[in-house]
Structure formats: structure tokens, C-alpha cells
């Protein structure tokens, strides 16, 4: 389950060390994902990772905190962090359902994390709390149901040979109505690269 960091910790190295996929998908990714933001901001990443995307978002705004479950990613994130010498990146070992104390933020990031929540409703209602009026939602998330029809079975019989995380099965559709459903206003979707399955979602808080 994701509250069991477990299977991280022991992918942290293999994962710090594949190179991204799509570089110019995450790049565009990226670049949209600036356009809503302010140099006034103090952005959350959810599910941070090795904090490659929060020390490349650092730029863009004021003050960055970058949260994970593993403390073994993190680990990978601080020498990032270091080596880098950027000052207004925080890194913090935390559930993404978990109430930070600077909250709420001016935006948040969760790339490639909300199909591994354990309750999605429950995770959105959370990040909504944690978030100030008129803030952003900014999400790219893995629709296993819009993939080839034999990878939801493959990814069930790796998980139980733990190759393979706890994943949640869903299409966009569904993934957008559950924005909706959390009270959050969808302003933006659509895909970059040739991936037509990680879907790239904006979403606001009105207010």
C-alpha cells in the first residue's frame, strides 16, 4: 500500500538511475506547468521522488516544499539538493494525506503519484485543504485503463511478486470527475509526447 514505503526505499537507487523517457514530453510538461505559476509562490510537490522536478521548478517561484513517503528517495533528493547549492527547496519524509504546517500553498504539483494513492477522493479533498483560494492543482497521472487492455493484469501479477507498487485502475474521465467531485475546477487538460495515457490535469480552487 502506499503508506508503506517499503518498495520505494528499495527502488530508490534503480530509480535515480533510469533516465527520463520522454525528455521533451517532461520539458513541455514543465513548461506548462510554470505558466501557472508566480515568483510569489510557495509550491508544494506531492510525491517528490528524487526531487529532480522540484529543484527544476525552484526557479519559478519563491520557496518550494517537496514531499515523499521514502525516506530513501529523499536521501537521493538532499545530495540533489546539495550538489546543487539551491536554497529554496525543503525536502520533507511525510504521507501526501498528511497536514503540513506552512500550508495552505499558492499551488501543488503531483506528477506520476495520484495512481498510487490509497483513496484518491480522499487524497484531493486533502490536497484542496491544503491549498489557498484560486490556488492550482497540477497533476500528470498514469489512466491504466487507457492503456494497452493487458497492462492492468500484468501490473496485478507483478504486485504480488512485489515488482510493482499498489496502483489504482482508472480512465481520465474518471480521474477528471474526481477533481470535480473534490471541488476543484479542471482549467486545463491534455497530453504531451507520444503517451496518450499520462494525463496532464489543471485544476483550481475557486475562490
Given at each position: 500500500m502506499m503508506a508503506d514505503p517499503s518498495f520505494?526505499?528499495?527502488a530508490a537507487k534503480k530509480y535515480a538511475a533510469s533516465p527520463i523517457k520522454d525528455m521533451a514530453a517532461y520539458e513541455e510538461t514543465l513548461g506548462r506547468t510554470r505558466h501557472y505559476l508566480e515568483r510569489t509562490d510557495h509550491l508544494l510537490e506531492v510525491g517528490c521522488g528524487t526531487g529532480t522536478t522540484a529543484l527544476t521548478l525552484a526557479g519559478a517561484v519563491r520557496q518550494v516544499t517537496a514531499t515523499d513517503l521514502s525516506g530513501k528517495m529523499?536521501?537521493?533528493?538532499?545530495?540533489k539538493l546539495a550538489d546543487?547549492?539551491?536554497?529554496?527547496v525543503r525536502f520533507q519524509q511525510c504521507?501526501?494525506?498528511e497536514p503540513l504546517n506552512n500550508a495552505p500553498f499558492d499551488a501543488i504539483c503531483a506528477f506520476s503519484i495520484l495512481h498510487l494513492v490509497d483513496d484518491l477522493p480522499a487524497t484531493l479533498s486533502h490536497l484542496y485543504s491544503q491549498l489557498k483560494p484560486g490556488g492550482y492543482v497540477i497533476s500528470k497521472t498514469a489512466c491504466l485503463h487507457d492503456m494497452n487492455m493487458f497492462i492492468p493484469p500484468m501490473i496485478k501479477l507483478m504486485k504480488v511478486f512485489g515488482k510493482?507498487?499498489?496502483?489504482?485502475l482508472?480512465?481520465?474521465?474518471?480521474?477528471e470527475n474526481a477533481f470535480?467531485?473534490?471541488g476543484l475546477e479542471v482549467v486545463e487538460?491534455?497530453?504531451f509526447g507520444k503517451n496518450r495515457s499520462a494525463r496532464f490535469i489543471v485544476a483550481q480552487r475557486p475562490g
Open positions: 520505494w526505499d528499495k529523499l536521501e537521493i533528493a538532499k545530495g546543487r547549492g539551491v536554497a529554496n504521507k501526501i494525506t510493482a507498487p499498489h496502483v489504482l482508472f480512465d481520465a474521465a474518471t480521474l470535480r467531485d473534490a487538460t491534455g497530453y
